[in-house]
């Protein structure tokens, strides 16, 4: 069963590119340090998929941060520092996997690519 990630965004911020692409990053290591070194490795094997989709708000990411931990894959929830362009505790985005690709569709499959 094929593997990958997938990071949802929240739309609403309208982060600068490098923005976006760092909490990308944050969110993906974060998720892939909580996972199975054996799932890693095979989903390192596959060329480690990783899709980027929108949602529209904190809402909307917190509604399926949830429902992927109650799934029971492994996610990773970004709260940014505040630092540069958004407040302190800004919930920016969410990562989902590495898992079977068709458990995380059951929950994203819907969403929109960023």
Known sequence: MPLKQVILVRHDLQLPKGK???QVAHASVEAVLKTDPKTVKSWRAEGMAKIVLKVKDEKELLFYYQKAKDDGLISSLITDAGRTVIAPGTK???????EEEEAIDLVTGRLPLL
């Open 20 to 22: 976006l692409a760092a």
């Open 92 to 98: 920016t985005c969410v990562a989902i996997g590495p």
